[in-house]
């Protein structure tokens, strides 16, 4: 008997266990997340907002130290590009009433720099899905390793072992009916663009979703690429409540703290002068004790409310030193 199962017989042997993108308009284009290897690719913002969602809604399930998820990262991937950002992982923990540590402790992290770490990655994928309950598996680049690997002079054994390995990855959770989330790159191309991923994991692959947008402008549009079970297409999604004109709209404090994160990471971490990185601690504040008069102003954009709120308190500041210098020159002081 073969070991290999059409990407139709897979999506009707899994119906029973679909798995919510966190979008219901995602989830209408996709019909859920079910067994096969899908693979998503696109924005990267969009890519990994996709990951954080599933990867929260496979964790909620009983209560147990049971594996639900194997996260997997295959790469020469800088470590701050390997994996997901806590804040939001956080917060959606949070907001779903589950505990970030205890959830945590249910994902598996996996890695492999080279391509024969590769295989190994799919064994001991094997072996974690064989022991315990797996619901979802996430692999990052699972096809970057076929260009990165170091070994220039043995292509032909690098493109074979990352095959193989893909092969393996996709035929183990196909057994056990648990989907396979992979993550690429995009590719400029004529019209849509392509993933950035060999011709056989196309192939393997049991959907292809691009995902184009701007996270920050609350756009995203989804593009159905490849499905053999479902009609292609493409739809607006969000994630969160939608009011009744059908746009997207998070709560504001979620959007500043998601803001303030990212300025901490990539505006603050990056000032030289350590004075400087105390000031914008100190305009932190500032807007925290302020979130009242922020989400109050609803026809202003978040940044500009921000930047508001910090000339605001600069303000106050310049009055509250010109009001002691007063003081100062009435009791007779000489200012030089």
């Not at 008997?1 to 017989?9: E, I, P, T, V």
């Not at 692959?205 to 691009?210: G, H, K, L, N, P």
Request: charged share 30%; hydrophobic share 40%.
């Amino acid at each position: 008997m073969s070991g290999f199962a059409s990407a139709l017989q897979i999506a009707k042997s899994s119906r029973s266990k679909i798995l919510s993108t966190g979008s219901l308009q995602l989830d209408k284009l996709l019909g859920g997340i079910s067994g096969g290897l899908y693979l998503f690719y696109g924005e990267e913002e969009l890519v990994d907002e996709i990951l954080i969602h599933l990867l929260v809604n496979a964790l909620q399930t009983e209560e147990d130290s049971t594996c639900h998820v194997i996260y997997a990262i295959c790469g020469n991937y800088r470590v701050e590009r390997s994996v997901i950002e806590f804040e939001p992982l956080f917060q959606l923990l949070e907001s779903k009433g589950l505990s970030p540590e205890k959830s945590l402790r249910k994902v598996r992290v996996l890695t492999a720099s080279s391509a024969d770490q590769q295989t190994q990655l799919a064994y001991a994928l094997e072996k974690i899905i064989e022991e315990g309950e797996v619901k979802l598996v996430i692999v990052r680049g699972l096809y970057r390793l076929q260009l990165d690997d170091a070994r220039k002079n043995r292509r032909d054994r690098v493109v074979e072992e990352v095959q193989r390995s893909i092969s393996r990855i996709r035929q183990t959770c196909a057994s056990h009916k648990v989907p396979v989330i992979a993550s690429a790159r995009e590719v400029k191309a004529k019209l849509l663009p392509r993933a950035e991923a060999s011709s056989f994991l196309n192939h393997l692959a049991s959907v292809t979703v691009y995902l184009r947008g701007n996270k920050r402008e609350s756009f995203r549009r989804a593009y159905l690429v490849k499905s053999s079970v479902r009609p292609l297409g493409s739809i607006d999604y969000f994630f969160g409540e939608v009011d009744e004109l059908g746009r997207n709209t998070p709560p504001l404090r979620d959007s500043f703290n998601e803001s303030v994160a990212r300025l901490r990471k990539e505006f603050r971490d990056a000032l030289v002068k350590p004075s400087r990185r105390e000031a914008f601690d100190k305009i932190v504040e500032a807007w925290s004790s302020e979130m009242g008069a922020i989400t109050y102003a609803e026809s202003v954009s978040l940044f500009d409310l921000l930047l508001l709120t910090a000339t605001v308190d600069n303000r106050r500041v310049i009055e509250e030193l010109s009001e002691k210098l007063r003081r100062f020159e009435d009791k007779g002081g000489e200012v030089g």
